[in-house]
């Protein structure tokens, strides 16, 4: 049984940065990602890692701004956001699978239960 469990959010003022971590537990997925819902849209594909090789993938909107990365030792998926903006205010979740399609949510099997980020202008 894969687990999830995010941690770090919190309250940001523009142009703050916050680091959001990801711990897994149980079986290694060969991706993960983060997506962001805010109130009223749907969720989004924020940024993805290959967990063997490490490649990455980022959505245009924060592209510069955010760095996802994954320690192998500690089975954690990290995403540092700098240069935040207030659009970027929504529920950050962590998922995991071995996805073809890693911008598509429904792709991926396994959720964490979310974090929240909000970012005050």
């Known amino acids: 049984q894969v687990q999830l469990v995010e941690s770090g959010g919190g309250l940001v003022q523009a142009g703050g940065s916050l680091r959001l971590s990801c711990a897994a537990s149980?079986?290694?997925?060969?991706?993960y990602a983060w997506f962001r819902q805010a109130p009223g849209k749907e969720r989004e594909f924020v940024a993805a890692i290959r967990w063997i090789v490490g490649g990455t993938y980022y959505a245009d909107s924060v592209k510069g701004r955010f760095t996802i990365s994954r320690d192998n030792a500690k089975n954690t998926v990290d995403l540092q956001m700098n240069s935040l903006k207030p659009e970027d205010t929504a529920v950050y979740y962590c998922?995991?699978?071995?996805?073809?399609?890693?911008?598509?949510?429904?792709?991926?099997?396994?959720w964490g239960q979310g974090t929240q980020v909000t970012v005050s202008s």
């Open positions: 998922s995991a699978g071995g996805v073809r399609d890693i911008f598509n949510p429904s792709a991926y099997d396994y």
């Open positions: 149980g079986s290694i997925n060969s991706k």
